[in-house]
């Protein structure tokens, strides 16, 4: 019984909070991450270059500060027609997927994501992602539809009390 209460709770917790399970991350990693590109970009070869610049853009799309958010995406946007590996592409879909999920565009993160599970069908972080994304449409859909039935009662309520103190 208690485990069933338990899992009441989560899942209503989950409700409001999203309950994704896409890490976060804190500004030491990005600093250190924009420490290491600043030093690849002194004589490194263009691979530990690139590879540098991919941590610093998972960093960023995982931060909790939008403008690191919103400073991943547009690295990897740029980024992405640059590479024509298809695991790299892979990589950088499923990045800028994480970067809209948390900037609430989650209509363009999934776009991204099924264009990435068209790479690989099978990659279980990019199906989670996309589980978690759904999931948020599917929830702001049920929310927008509980506001516009509140203001419609409202509405209405204050007709009906409007036409009672007429009569």
């Known amino acids: 019984m208690d485990a069933k209460i338990g899992s009441l709770i989560e899942s209503v917790g989950n409700f409001f909070t999203g309950g994704d399970q896409i890490p976060w991350c ?3 990693v990005i600093s250190g991450c924009e420490r ?9 070869s263009d691979e530990r270059r690139n590879e540098s610049i991919m941590r610093l853009s998972w960093a960023l799309v995982h931060s909790r500060q939008k403008e690191d958010i919103q400073r991943g995406v ?23 997927a994480v970067g809209y999920y948390r900037t609430n565009d989650y209509t363009r993160s ?3 994501l099924e264009q990435c599970l068209e790479i690989a069908p099978d990659w279980r972080q990019a199906l989670s992602l996309k589980k978690a994304v759904e999931d948020r449409i599917a929830k702001d859909g049920v929310i927008g539809i509980g506001i516009t039935a509140t203001v419609v009662g409202l509405i209405v309520g204050g007709v009906a009390t409007a036409l009672a103190r007429r009569n």
């Not at 547009?74 to 800028?96: C, F, I, V, W």
């Open 74 to 96: 547009a690295m990897l946007e740029t980024s992405l027609g640059n590479d024509k590996s298809p695991l790299h592409q892979r990589e950088k879909l499923y990045l800028l």
């Open 110 to 112: 999934r776009q991204l």
């Open 26 to 28: 804190d500004r030491d």
């Open 36 to 44: 290491e590109v600043a030093a690849a970009s002194d004589g490194d």
